[in-house]
T-cell receptor
Framework: DTAVSQTPKYLVTQMGNDKSIKCEQNLGHDTMYWYKQDSKKFLKIMFSYNNKELIINETVPNRFSPKSPDKAHLNLHINSLELGDSAVYFC????????????FGPGTRLTVL | GNSVTQMEGPVTLSEEAFLTINCTYTATGYPSLFWYVQYPGEGLQLLLKATKADDKGSNKGFEATYRKETTSFHLEKGSVQVSDSAVYFCALAGLNAGNNRKLIWGLGTSLAVNP
């Protein structure tokens, strides 16, 4: 059973489009995260939700909007995609409000043309 | 504020060589420290962790000791294998402004092990 799953694995789209990435975890964790990893492997946290409440919201363009329908799901919607949004996006989950081991999904490679 | 400084890569070693990847940190209080590994094409996974000073984390032949006096958490392995080729991230669990903990990540160190 996959612990943290993301769909799609690859996403290729044109500039200006709107796209969503979905994440689900079956670990019973109450905190979920979105990270962006650039081509140099630099990892940047974007958002974190605890029991559907937004607890970390880093400096991210407001074209990015997370949504957590329940504590097992955290989706990421991106409006008006730009070239600089091309990256690998990772979802992760953990127990508690951060600081514990985080379990990562396999990543979604987004390419904006 | 909290920060993690990790040695830059890439690091290239021959099989069975000794590995050290340096990691130092600045933090208030007593953060937990972690090493994560990212194999090619995969997400990150926890390699080892330490939660207090002088703790030693170990897994898969890798070790790291939480040294408060030198604010370091260096990763070591006595004999690397080709399968250890990956990117290694040092991280600490620090408090943010809202009193929630988040992981502060190093920049990652790429390791390539040649047969």
């Amino acid at each position: 059973d996959t612990a943290v799953s993301q769909t799609p694995k690859y996403l290729v789209t044109q500039m200006g489009n709107d796209k969503s990435i979905k994440c689900e975890q079956n670990l019973g964790h109450d905190t979920m995260y979105w990270y962006k990893q650039d081509s140099k492997k630099f990892l940047k946290i974007m958002f974190s939700y605890n029991n559907k409440e937004l607890i970390i919201n880093e400096t991210v363009p407001n074209r990015f909007s997370p949504k957590s329908p329940d504590k097992a799901h955290l989706n990421l919607h991106i409006n008006s995609l730009e070239l600089g949004d091309s990256a690998v996006y990772f979802c992760a989950s953990s127990r508690g409000r951060g600081g514990n081991e985080q379990f990562f999904g396999p990543g979604t490679r987004l390419t904006v043309l | 504020g909290n920060s993690v400084t990790q040695m830059e890569g890439p690091v290239t070693l021959s099989e069975e060589a000794f590995l050290t990847i340096n990691c130092t940190y600045t933090a208030t209080g007593y953060p937990s420290l972690f090493w994560y590994v990212q194999y090619p094409g995969e997400g990150l996974q926890l390699l080892l962790k330490a939660t207090k000073a002088d703790d030693k984390g170990s897994n898969k032949g890798f070790e790291a000791t939480y040294r408060k006096e030198t604010t370091s958490f260096h990763l070591e392995k006595g004999s690397v294998q080709v399968s250890d080729s990956a990117v290694y991230f040092c991280a600490l669990a620090g408090l943010n402004a809202g009193n929630n903990r988040k992981l502060i990540w190093g920049l990652g160190t790429s390791l390539a092990v040649n047969p």
